[in-house]
């Protein structure tokens, strides 16, 4: 059964400090990874994809990475932020075509200013 | 990138009646659409896959005549929550991609039975 494990499911942390989120999937040979930033009531937000042939993707703050061949991917954001509280959702998709994303359960990260 | 949007962004209705949720893609052409649901403090669970110009595809667990979904065109889908129950409540969204590339979402619908 193809899953999608986050840990830690919450993480608390001090405004300044560099952070990871770990994410790990079952069955490797995925067609692409997506981490998505959800505010507490609101939809999903983009925030990277990576595909399955590549090994990391960054934006401003955040970069991801992704090692297959171990089923995992992290999410680090640095110099975090109040701003960055939220959920973050790490969701596969196994299948390229019409196929839907297999979501984790989340990392609820609160950051303290 | 691709927009999808989904509405209501809210919706309070009677324990008894039936609500209709709609999902666009504005921007392009989704012959395929999602529906996912999600409880407090949970994470999305997909419902079903939604086909345009055929029967929807329901997850195991999902009851099709409770959940009515239509497809009728390419940039539309709808979710119907018929006889809705306030164990119905929850957080409903809906995703469609242009063929496995980079997944949008709608804004999703936040339903509460009363």
């Known amino acids: 059964k193809q899953e999608v494990t986050q840990i830690p499911a919450a993480l608390s942390v001090p405004e300044g400090e560099n952070l990871v989120l770990n994410c790990s999937f079952t069955d490797s040979a995925i067609y692409n990874l997506q981490w998505f930033r959800q505010d507490p009531g609101k939809g999903l937000t983009s925030l990277l994809l990576i595909q399955s042939s590549q090994r990391e993707q960054t934006s401003g703050r955040l970069n991801a990475s992704l090692d297959k061949s171990s089923g995992r991917s992290t999410l680090y954001i640095a110099a975090s932020q109040p701003g960055d509280s939220a959920t973050y959702l790490c969701?596969?998709?196994?299948?390229?075509?019409?196929?839907?994303?297999?979501f984790g359960k989340g990392t609820r990260l609160s950051v303290i200013a | 990138g691709a927009v999808v949007s989904q509405h209501p962004s809210w919706v309070i209705c009677k324990s008894g009646t039936s609500v209709k949720i709609e999902c666009r893609s504005l921007?392009?052409?989704?012959?395929?659409m999602f529906w996912y649901r999600q409880f407090p403090k949970q994470s999305l669970m997909l419902m079903a896959t939604?086909?345009?110009?055929?029967?929807?595809?329901?997850e195991q667990g999902v009851e099709k005549d409770k959940f009515l979904i239509n497809h009728a065109s390419l940039t539309l889908s709808t979710l119907t929550v018929t006889s809705a129950h306030p164990e119905d409540s929850s957080f409903y969204i809906c995703?469609?991609?242009?063929?496995?590339?980079?997944?949008?979402f709608g804004q999703g619908t936040r339903l509460t039975v009363v």
């Open positions: 939604s086909n345009e110009g055929s029967k929807a595809t329901y």
């Open positions: 921007d392009f052409q989704a012959t395929t």
């Open positions: 995703s469609a991609s242009q063929g496995g590339a980079e997944a949008f």
């Open positions: 969701a596969v998709l196994w299948n390229s075509g019409n196929t839907p994303l297999v």
